[in-house]
């Protein structure tokens, strides 16, 4: 009997040895086909940086960074002495801002009473009762169908955050809404201005009080350089290229079809380092906006990825309830979330299970989490620094994402 039993236990143990060995070496292959795709985008001079963390469950499965916060000057040389890439860096994350920032404000006004996202606009913002505007909701901008352009130079009008939302009240609808999702900044500049006016603070002092201190996100802000403490900031654009491309390129099929290129000249002159690389957010919404603007670290993203991924429950208890955290995070008729891209036809999440989110940002940041595996990617990437390329766009860094989130897809199910 005893013999038995002394039989047994090996067998166990050896099985258990070899399937954490069978594990480990996955977990390595992942780290290394990661390793492989990053380092190979620095050596080709396609990207300056990277860090990313991949997280399942409370398990860090990887994270590091690769390359150079700062690594061109404004000529777009290289510098005698590029910074080195740290997972400490705070990044430019662009658009991450409309679903780490604005989007969970919403979340939580809404958790609160204070707002319904199918109420009108026109509720709060009194310039959208009229005929052609009373019907759009929180909802429509949520989503992108509320047919307001995509983009607007508001800087060539406003240097106020208060002056740009009246501008937007004026602006003429360009679809029909509801008829189709047309990614706009817009909608998300309007959010934060339903943000200031239902809380009565300023959006980033909201975002601040009620997400970042909450979530202990310390390296989560709008206008970093206003922070003395902040050190570590990667580099984006040397000025506005693509926006001045924006402007005076028919082509892009962005400018208004007034404007005179020629009526402002304000364009940054200099390579931006803590400064917000949209023009709008910059220039016109005084650093602060709902659709760009702040900055922030993986580790930061990361602890709100967790309250998504943990049914809206932070360490501190719930953080979002659940049932809210489930209608922003249903497909609509679209194939998206409120706020959150979610039609796994996009390369973030590629071909990933029902239920899969996501997001990215102009200058190469993204978030991608597959809820079925309890796990999550957050990239970013500062691309912006190596200039434009010949075609005059700057890297496109959706091969990259999606070679990332297909390996982890791939390997994630047979970790712990």
Avoid: C
């Avoid at 707002?115 to 019907?135: G, Q, R």
């Avoid at 990215?360 to 999550?376: D, L, M, R, Y």
């Avoid at 075609?391 to 989130?405: A, D, G, M, T, V």
């Amino acid at each position: 009997m005893q013999k038995k039993i002394i039989y047994i236990i090996l067998i166990l143990s050896l099985y258990f040895n070899t399937s954490v060995a069978q594990n480990k070496t996955k977990k390595e292959i992942l780290i290394s086909n990661i390793n492989q795709i990053l380092e190979n985008e620095i050596e080709q001079s396609n990207i300056p940086s990277a860090v990313i963390l991949i997280k399942q469950g409370n398990k860090e499965l990887y994270k590091n960074a690769f390359g150079y916060a700062y690594l061109n000057n404004f000529e777009n040389k290289r510098l005698k002495k590029p910074e080195k890439t740290t997972v400490n860096h705070l990044y430019d994350i662009a658009s991450l801002t409309k679903v780490v920032g604005t989007t969970t404000s919403i979340m939580l006004l809404a958790d609160q009473g204070l707002l319904n996202i199918n109420d009108p606009v026109s509720k709060y913002i009194k310039a959208f009762n009229t005929p052609e505007k009373s019907k759009i909701t929180i909802r429509h901008l949520l989503t992108h169908t509320s047919g307001l352009m995509e983009w607007f130079p508001f800087y060539y009008y406003s240097s106020k955050r208060k002056d740009t939302y009246k501008i937007i009240d004026k602006l003429p609808l360009k679809y029909e809404i509801g008829s189709g999702r047309h990614y706009s900044d817009l909608g998300f500049i309007l959010l934060g201005e339903i943000i200031e006016k239902v809380s009565k603070l300023p959006l980033d002092q909201f975002m601040e009080l009620h997400i970042f201190k909450p979530l202990e996100m310390k390296h989560t802000m709008f206008n970093p350089l206003n922070n003395h403490s902040i050190e570590n900031i990667t580099a984006t654009s040397h000025g506005n290229p693509y926006e001045t491309r924006m402007v005076t390129d028919n082509t892009l099929g962005m400018k208004p079809d007034s404007l005179n290129p020629n009526q402002w000249n304000g364009w940054r002159k200099y390579t931006l380092k803590g400064e917000v690389n949209d023009g709008n957010a910059w220039h016109a919404n005084e650093g602060v906006s709902g659709h760009a603007g702040l900055f922030s670290t993986v580790e930061d993203i990361q602890k709100l990825i967790d309250v998504l991924k943990n049914k809206g429950k932070s360490k501190n208890g719930q953080f979002i309830s659940e049932k809210t955290l489930t209608e922003f995070l249903t497909q609509d008729k679209f194939k998206n979330g409120l706020g959150w891209v979610m039609n796994t036809n996009s390369a973030i999440i590629k071909n990933g299970p029902k239920g899969s989110f996501g997001h990215t940002g102009f200058t190469g940041t993204s978030i991608a989490v597959i809820p079925e595996n309890n796990i999550s990617i957050i990239l970013l990437v500062n691309r912006q620094n190596m200039g434009l390329l010949e075609s005059k766009s700057y890297y496109n860094l959706n091969p990259i994402r999606e070679k990332i989130f297909k390996a982890v897809l791939k390997y994630s199910k047979s970790f712990d």
